[in-house]
């Protein structure tokens, strides 16, 4: 319910996921960490990003890629990651797709109030099953008759063929991809819009991943061979007032491409209560970017520069498990290690040792303890390693490391079979060397849930965190009747910007969230579905109305300005919404017909937020020197929060 078929939006039920009632997006904010800290695995081959109109430097977006019409199952990882997956600091989502039938073939066609897609299943010959899936969205038709500020449009499909030469010897190639447009809705210029028009850029995007992976059994061993590249090509463009009739008026024109060529290559061990897992992996990645941009520090400045970047990065991986004979006893010992040849401080694979343990243990009869610890390691993004000065250099190559956090956690819980289960876990983590804006003087990890590029910027890794919490789970599942389950998260999560700062609120602080959704099968193939989701409110930062009201400095981003020596020093209310999932099914001769009604936030809740300082676009001194002529402001009060209404009709032959 309320997830409208999005993934994203399902996993945000999970223990420790927030949720932003603000901005229409599904970042995946976990366990008190930022969206830039997810890693994302589709039948082992990497995907860089699951989201349309993705934030570039961190994720996120109104509306996932992956159908999930597709996908069998997704194993989330919020710690203790596997060791053949790399460069997460938060969570690990790994996601199966199912194989095609090979019995028969099916076609399935869905109408939804935002989208159309149709999917097929099949196989092809004897030894080949495929899964294919191309969707086409109208979401700009929804946003424009909602009033909303941005008209987003896309277009994605997905493949999967999966070839089995015979016992030992098979392969799998997919592909994901997307096209994205997002046009400003200008007719929308009511008050409430005029913020958000005035500083969102035009983003226009082309995204794909494509990967093969080669499985050969021999008994006790298996060998895996992954290779993929993905591609990403982003382009924003803003204009000041959104007026492109006169070329001074261009605030930012930024292209930017990503792309990565992945070799991973694996063994796996079986014997007696023992399996060993070893591999290797070696990437190459470029990053091309031409940016004209306008900033305000002190003084007004334009960044008009090129980078070209080619890192090659290795790593090597092993994991240890053993299960007792009873089948009461696991235990889990990983080892991974990283290096890139970004700069001398990241090409000695032992300064980015990884170990991790998990151990888990059933005391008793349905109960069961369990607990991990680990150190993990990321690269910064790509936009933070290719930022060049004005005077054409690398201007962070010699401030960044590798990002690293220390995580553990332990838990309790009590199962019975598959139909109920209670748990309690606590986590701890701790963050250091996370790049710190030079010019805000916040970490870059407490950006990235807007809009836009993070990361392109002089950076330093001097910032540390920590995030620590306990969640509580609850799952009911009656087979073919009830899906019940329902989560609490207590946590905090605070940042500072070195060794003697001290701890403030970070940005994804919101110190609690509650979750409660279920699904109810009635006679004649009708179900009904309800999710009530609860956050506490985020912490947010005051305007510097001295700064936002000079007219260098507004016409520079078309936006207010922050103060960040009160940085996080207020908090919005708690939030709290209802979703309802209506849904019908006709079983017909070799044919099947679905209608479904999925209305986000029922309640209508809304979401006071800040007030929004704004530039009435008067000069108050015009007599003044133009480095000292200000604006004069105005405050819009702003709240989040509509009714989404998703109707859809679905065929499958």
């Known amino acids: 319910p309320g997830a409208n078929r999005d993934i994203s939006r399902i996993v945000q039920s999970y223990p420790g996921v927030a949720f932003s009632p603000i901005g229409y997006r599904n970042d995946l904010i976990v366990r008190g960490g930022a969206p830039s800290e997810n890693r994302f695995y589709l039948d082992g081959v990497e995907i860089p990003n699951i989201n349309h109109f993705s934030t570039q430097g961190a994720s996120g977006g109104p509306v996932g890629i992956l159908n999930a019409d597709l996908i069998r199952e997704v194993n989330f990882y919020t710690g203790a990651f596997p060791a053949d ?283 069961f303890a369990s607990g991990n610890a680990g150190l993990y390691y990321q690269l910064p993004a790509y936009t933070a390693l290719g930022f060049k000065n004005n005077n054409g250099t690398f201007a962070n190559k010699y401030n960044l490391r590798y990002m690293k956090v220390s995580e553990g956690s332990l838990g309790i819980s009590w199962r019975k079979g598959d139909t109920f289960e209670a748990s309690v876990e606590g986590f701890y983590k701790d963050y250091d060397k996370i790049p710190l804006s030079v010019a805000d003087g916040i970490p870059l990890n407490c950006k990235g849930n807007d809009y836009g590029v993070v990361g392109n910027e002089l950076l330093t890794s001097t910032a540390q965190g920590r995030s620590y919490g306990a969640e509580i789970l609850v799952k009911w599942l009656i087979a073919k009747k009830l899906n019940l389950a329902s989560s609490f998260t207590l946590f905090k999560s605070e940042y500072r910007n070195d060794k003697e700062s001290e701890y403030i609120a970070s940005a994804w602080d919101n110190r609690y969230i509650f979750s409660l959704r279920g699904t109810y099968n009635l006679p004649h193939q009708w179900s009904f579905g309800m999710k009530v989701s609860c956050i506490g409110g985020a912490p947010y930062t005051p305007y510097d109305e001295t700064k936002s009201s000079l007219v260098s400095a507004w016409d520079a981003q078309g936006k207010a300005y922050y103060d960040y020596s009160k940085y996080n020093k207020e908090r919005l209310p708690a939030f709290a919404q209802v979703d309802v999932r209506v849904d019908k099914t006709f079983y017909l001769k070799h044919c099947m017909l679905g209608f479904y009604l999925d209305l986000q936030n029922i309640t209508v809740s809304k979401l006071k937020q800040q007030d929004v300082l704004m530039s009435t676009g008067i000069i108050e001194n015009p007599e003044a020197p133009a480095a000292a002529q200000r604006y004069r402001m105005k405050r819009i009060k702003q709240s989040s929060g509509t009714l989404l209404p998703t109707l859809g009709i679905t065929f499958e032959y």
Do not use: C
């Not at 046009?183 to 995204?207: C, F, G, H, V």
């Open 85 to 367: 997956k790399r460069n997460a600091l938060s969570s690990v989502l790994d996601f199966k797709l199912r194989d095609g039938d090979m019995e028969r073939n099916s076609l399935k066609a869905t109408l939804g109030a935002s989208e159309v897609s149709l999917a097929s299943n099949g196989h092809i010959g004897k030894k080949t099953s495929y899964l294919v899936s191309v969707r086409q969205s109208y979401l700009q038709f929804l946003f424009d008759m909602l009033d909303l500020p941005f008209l987003p449009t896309f277009t994605d499909a997905q493949f999967k063929l999966k070839t089995r030469f015979n016992e030992q010897n098979e392969l799998t190639v997919l592909g994901l991809g997307g096209i994205d447009n997002m046009r400003l809705n200008t007719k929308a210029d009511s008050e409430d819009n005029e913020y958000i028009l005035s500083y969102l850029p035009k983003i226009k995007q082309e995204t794909f991943t494509v990967g093969a992976v080669y499985r050969h059994y021999a008994g006790a061993h298996v060998q895996s061979a992954v290779v993929s590249h993905s591609y990403l090509n982003n382009r924003n463009t803003k204009y000041r007032r959104n007026d492109e009739s006169h070329p001074d008026n261009l605030m930012l024109r930024l292209r930017s491409t990503e792309q990565e060529t992945k070799l991973r290559l694996e063994n796996s061990t079986t014997f007696r209560n023992w399996k060993i897992n070893l591999g290797i992996n070696l990437d190459y990645s470029q990053y091309t970017n031409t940016t004209f941009q306008r900033v305000y520090t002190n003084q007004p400045q334009t960044f008009d520069y090129h980078t070209y970047l080619g890192i090659l990065r290795w790593g090597l991986f092993g994991t240890i498990n053993y299960t007792s004979m009873d089948d009461r006893f696991t235990a889990s010992l990983g080892l991974r290690a990283d290096a890139s040849d970004y700069s001398s401080t990241m090409k000695n694979l032992s300064d980015q040792l990884s170990p991790r343990l998990s151990l888990s243990y059933q005391l008793a009869d349905h109960w």
